[in-house]
C-alpha cells in the first residue's frame, strides 16, 4: 500500500514536472534572446552587488571576488 | 527479461523518432508564399520562377543572422544583373526592431528583398530549425541547399552553390 503511494507521488511529481517542459522554436526565442534576459546584464551593477556581498558575507570565491571582508579591495 | 529487453528497444524507437520524423524539404518544391516587403508590397515566391532564390529567415535579435547580413548583400551585390534573388524573412515580431537594425545599411540591391512574417507564418512551413536558416532554390523552385546558422565559410558555400544552380 506505501509502494503504491510512493509510485504514484512519484508518476504525478513527473508529471507534474514534465508539463512545465516545452519545445521552444528557433524563431521563438525572441524574448529569450533580450540581453534583459542574461543574469550580468548589467555588468556594472553585477559588479557592485557582488562586491557588496563578498564584503558583508566575508567570503571569497563564487564570483570571483577577492578580498578579506573589509570591502577596501 | 524479454519484456525488458522490448520495453527498451521500444524506449529507443520512440526516443530515435524525432531524428527520422522531418526529412525536410531537400529535392522538393519549396511551399509558395505571399508576404508583405518592408515597403508594404505583396512579394510572392512563385514571381521569381525562373530565378535562383536565395531565402534566409533572420531576426533582428539574433547574433548569427547580424553577423550574415552584411555578408548576404555582398553576395547579391556580386550577382547584381544576374538571374539570382535572395528573399530575407524578417521574424521579429514587431516591425520597428527590423527597422531599426536594417537603418545601419544605407545600400540594399534591388535584388536583396526584405519580407516581413513577424506571425511566424512562413517560417513553420519551411520549420527552419536554426536562426538563420537559408534555403537555395534552383530555377524551378526546388529546394537544393539548406544552411543551418551561420558560419565565416558559409559565403563560400553559397557562391559555390550559386553558381552550380545558375549553370543548371
Redesign the interface.
Known amino acids: 500500500m506505501k509502494k503504491k503511494a510512493v509510485w504514484l507521488l512519484a508518476a504525478v511529481s513527473l508529471g507534474a514536472a514534465l508539463s512545465g517542459c516545452a519545445r521552444v522554436?528557433?524563431?521563438?526565442?525572441?524574448y529569450l534572446?533580450?540581453p534583459i534576459m542574461q543574469f550580468d546584464y548589467n555588468k556594472e551593477e553585477k559588479s557592485v552587488k557582488e562586491h557588496f556581498l563578498g564584503t558583508r558575507e566575508g567570503s571569497t570565491g563564487s564570483f570571483g571576488v577577492s578580498g578579506g571582508g573589509c570591502g577596501c579591495n | 527479461m524479454r519484456q525488458k529487453r522490448s520495453l527498451l528497444i521500444a524506449w529507443f524507437i520512440i526516443l530515435a523518432l524525432p531524428a527520422f520524423s522531418w526529412g525536410g524539404l531537400m529535392n522538393q518544391s519549396a511551399p509558395p508564399f505571399t508576404l508583405m516587403d518592408i515597403n508594404g508590397r505583396a512579394v510572392s515566391l512563385s514571381s521569381f520562377k525562373g530565378k535562383v532564390v536565395f531565402i534566409d529567415?533572420w531576426?533582428s535579435?539574433?547574433?548569427p543572422c547580424k553577423v550574415e547580413f552584411p555578408e548576404l548583400i555582398r553576395l547579391m551585390e556580386r550577382y547584381n544583373g544576374e538571374d539570382v534573388a535572395l528573399l530575407a524573412v524578417n521574424?521579429?515580431?514587431k516591425r520597428s526592431h527590423a527597422v531599426d537594425f536594417l537603418k545601419k545599411f544605407s545600400v540594399i540591391p534591388a535584388s536583396f528583398h526584405l519580407l516581413l512574417d513577424g506571425e511566424?507564418q512562413v517560417?513553420?512551413i519551411y520549420n527552419?530549425?536554426?536562426?538563420p536558416?537559408s534555403f537555395i532554390l534552383d530555377k524551378n523552385g526546388v529546394v537544393r541547399h539548406i544552411h543551418f546558422g551561420y558560419r565565416e565559410t558559409d559565403r563560400k558555400k553559397w557562391i559555390e552553390e550559386i553558381d552550380t544552380l545558375l549553370k543548371q
Do not use: G, H, N, Y
Open positions: 522554436k528557433p524563431w521563438e526565442r525572441e534572446a533580450d | 529567415f531576426a535579435w539574433c547574433p521574424v521579429d515580431q511566424s517560417i513553420k527552419a530549425s536554426a536562426m536558416t
